[in-house]
Every structure is written in C-alpha cells, then in structure tokens.
C-alpha cells in the first residue's frame, strides 16, 4: 500500500486485559513515531524509533506502555494490564528522513477502548 | 505550562471570509513549525511547513515570529471544505508537539 496502515482498526479491551497495536509504515521510511490522542486533544507523543533504534520513549505514560521496531519497518505498541485511561486513539506516523522536521505521514489510527 | 497553547475556538465563518489562527509554543529552542489539518474521526494530514519567516500556498499564509514564540495561519476566501481541525505543531529535539487544534466551520 502507498500509505502508513494500523491494525487493528478498532480494539475493546476488558480492563487488566494486554493489547498489541500494530503499524506498517511508508516502505523505506526511517523514522517512526508513536502518538496517543485523547477525545477533544492533540496527539501526544509517545515514543520515536530510527530504524530500529527507540531513541525517545519519554512520553510512554507508564511502564506497561512497551514499543518496539525490531526489523526497522513494522512497529508494535504493546499495553499490559490495560486501564480505562488507556481508551483514546493511537496514531502512528512515518517520515522519509531522520526527524528533524519532516513531513510525517500519519496512518488512521487504533481506536481503543478499555471498559 | 504546555508546549503549545491554541485557541480551540469553534471558529464559525461563512464562505469567502477569512479567517485567522494563532498559536504560541513555550520552547525557544523549537527548530521547525507546522501546520497540520485534521478532519473529523481521521488523522492529521500535513497543510503546511513553516520556515524562517513564513510563508504562503494559494489561500493559506503561515507566519512566525519566534521573538515572541508566536505562529499564526491564515486563511482566505474560506471554503466549506476548509472546515477541519488546524493544530500547530513546533519540532523540537525529536518530538512533534501538537497543539490541542483550532475547531473551523465554514458555514454555506
């Protein structure tokens, strides 16, 4: 596809329950970046991979937030032990070139919800 | 304080009027601008980058002033397909930070 793409699209969770949302990026594309977007909010960002390389995960919320890119393309976002402030959308996005300010392209997003 | 601070609006505008958002960011350190749309229930979507100064595409003007740590986008001869949600979004380091959006109607 010509596009960033997500898995799954829509995901309910039981509270306590693991997920695992998926991204495909742009083929080629070097930097990964993970975004959480609460109703009414911005994204917020998560994690940012180069290559394989995670070299910012400041803005995971806890230590059940867990990413990883092991081959460099397709990246997973895990959440352990999921809460009910664990439910907005989950975007991921990809840029050609290492970040420093490049256009990213966003996919449509996982949209979680933890009851 | 947050990174970027945007007025979430509603902006409410007829077509043809045109419209204005401003948005300022905290970090002087902040490397590139830009502005991104996003329609209802989809994601971002790039409108624009902002280097230097400013600049300008067709009927969207954006400008900085990073004295004053302040970007603004302007719209002209608004259309109805213009109605969107606009966020500012300063780079800093490796992180986009995202403004919480400016809600646009451009009403018929």
């Known amino acids: 596809g010509a596009g960033v793409s997500q898995s799954p699209r829509y995901k309910v969770a039981k509270r306590g329950q693991d997920v695992a949302l998926r991204c495909d990026p742009i083929?080629?594309?070097?930097?990964l970046f993970w975004y959480q977007q609460a109703l009414g909010q911005g994204p917020e960002f998560l994690t940012y991979?180069?290559?394989?390389?995670?070299?910012?995960k400041s803005g995971l919320p806890s230590d059940r937030f867990f990413a990883e890119r092991p081959e460099g393309s397709v990246s997973t976002l895990k959440i352990q032990r999921t809460q009910q402030e664990d439910s907005a959308v989950y975007l991921c996005?990809?840029?050609?070139?290492?970040?420093?300010?490049?256009?990213?392209?966003f996919g449509p997003g996982t949209r979680l919800t933890v009851l | 304080r947050k990174e970027v601070e945007q007025d979430p609006g509603p902006f409410n505008v007829p077509e043809g009027a045109t419209v204005a958002f401003n948005c300022t960011y905290s970090?002087?350190?902040?490397?590139?601008f830009f502005w991104y749309r996003q329609d209802c229930r989809k994601e971002p979507k790039l409108l624009m980058s902002v280097y230097s100064s400013g600049n300008e595409d067709g009927r969207f003007t954006a400008q900085l002033n990073r004295a004053s740590q302040y970007i603004s986008l302007l719209i002209r001869d608004s259309k109805l397909s213009d109605s969107a949600t606009y966020l500012c979004v300063p780079y800093t380091g490796n992180q986009f930070y995202f403004g919480t959006g400016t809600s646009l109607t451009v009403i018929p």
């Open positions: 970090n002087s350190a902040s490397q590139s």
């Open positions: 991979f180069q290559n394989e390389a995670q070299l910012d």
């Open positions: 996005a990809s840029s050609h070139e290492l970040a420093g300010g490049n256009e990213q392209f």
């Open positions: 083929s080629g594309h070097v930097s």
